[in-house]
Nanobody, 121 residues
Framework: QVQLVESGGGLVQAGGSLRLSCAAS????????MGWFRQAPGKEREFVAA????????YYADSVKGRFTISRDNAKNTVYLQMNSLKPEDTAVYYC??????????????WGQGTQVTVSP
């Protein structure tokens, strides 16, 4: 079992930046891939970004490519999502997820509780 706790969400103006963190605990010795997803009001949850256990491979949704950067520090059992040039359409609850397996798109087995990101015009 892996427990995930997100932090770093908040309110920011368009064009601003935020950095989300996701701290993992529990069986973190396994080689988990990590991902970020988001869900806006009235919409389905969507993939944002993911990273391999080693950090050598990343994958981004087209909507965030060039603006968001995913990274991880395995010594701290933490994955980050640096979000720059934020847009109002980035407003959503952001979820961290973890799983074994090769495909960065999923599926994911473990989920955090989410952190709210609100981008004002």
């Amino acid at each position: 079992q892996v427990q995930l706790v997100e932090s770093g969400g908040g309110l920011v103006q368009a064009g601003g930046s935020l950095r989300l963190s996701c701290a993992a605990s529990g069986r973190t010795s396994n080689n988990y891939k990590m991902g970020w997803f988001r869900q806006a009001p009235g919409k389905e949850r969507e993939f944002v970004a993911a990273i391999t256990w080693s950090g050598g491979g990343t994958y981004y949704a087209d909507s965030v490519k060039g603006r968001f950067t995913i990274s991880r520090d395995n010594a701290k059992n933490t994955v980050y999502l640096q979000m720059n040039s934020l847009k109002p359409e980035d407003t959503a609850v952001y979820y961290c997820a973890a799983a074994l397996g090769r495909s960065l798109m999923g599926p994911y087995d473990y989920w955090g509780q989410g952190t709210q990101v609100t981008v004002s015009p």
